[in-house]
T-cell receptor, first 112, second 111 residues
Framework: NAGVTQTPKFQVLKTGQSMTLQCAQDMNHEYMSWYRQDPGMGLRLIHYSVGAGITDQGEVPNGYNVSRSTTEDFPLRLLSAAPSQTSVYFC???????????FGPGTRLLVL | EDKVVQSPLSLVVHEGDTVTLNCSYEVTNFRSLLWYKQEKKAPTFLFMLTSSGIEKKSGRLSSILDKKELFSILNITATQTGDSAVYLCAVVGGATNKLIFGTGTLLAVQP
């Protein structure tokens, strides 16, 4: 049972480069979300989706885009990476917003 | 502004000690409070609390919620080195019913 998977595990980017962080879940969860975790800041919500075709902004959405074409996948795109986006990114899913969220293993991103 | 505050920020104890971690919140439209344990990677779920005064237990860990005073505690008895982790508290609520995290408590259990 794979649960929530994320790729890559680690990535180094140069300022201005773009990339996509992949997230997939095999639990048929409707709700998926992206968080970033920075020292002293806790987990902050970037974007979330309540189902295929529906996305919305979280607390810190600037510089990130998402789409939800299928129930299983919820990729996070960095259009033009900045050093301030250096962080650990977690994807999570749950059956509804109010239920327990299951987290992926995280992607550690370094922007130089 | 909705917020979740955890204390202490960090603590160091010895194996066998009992610890209490605190989580207070000011969140509109409160739905539930969750505790997570985060070791080196992703947070893993511990408890979800929705009703005041009902203790949830799992082995040496227990947690309780006080909705009147807007806080929760997580107790760990007879701590072990494997309990060393960051413990995260999160509240489901706010205007859009999202998960709002505290910054966590770093627990270090020394042998």
């Amino acid at each position: 049972n794979a649960g929530v998977t994320q790729t890559p595990k680690f990535q180094v980017l140069k300022t201005g480069q773009s990339m996509t962080l992949q997230c997939a879940q095999d639990m048929n969860h409707e709700y998926m979300s992206w968080y970033r975790q920075d020292p002293g800041m806790g987990l902050r919500l970037i974007h979330y989706s309540v189902g295929a075709g529906i996305t919305d902004q979280g607390e810190v959405p600037n510089g990130y885009n998402v789409s939800r074409s299928t129930t299983e996948d919820f990729p996070l795109r960095l259009l033009s990476a900045a050093p301030s986006q250096t962080s650990v990114y977690f994807c999570a899913s749950s059956t509804t917003k109010r239920e327990t969220q299951y987290f992926g293993p995280g992607t550690r991103l370094l922007v130089l | 502004e909705d917020k979740v505050v955890q204390s202490p920020l960090s603590l160091v104890v010895h194996e066998g000690d009992t610890v209490t971690l605190n989580c207070s919140y000011e969140v509109t439209n409160f739905r539930s409070l969750l505790w997570y344990k985060q070791e080196k990677k992703a947070p893993t779920f511990l408890f979800m609390l929705t009703s005041s005064g009902i203790e949830k237990k799992s082995g040496r860990l227990s947690s309780i919620l006080d909705k009147k005073e807007l806080f929760s505690i997580l107790n760990i008895t007879a701590t072990q080195t494997g309990d060393s982790a960051v413990y995260l508290c999160a509240v489901v609520g706010g205007a859009t019913n999202k998960l709002i995290f505290g910054t966590g408590t770093l627990l270090a259990v020394q042998p």
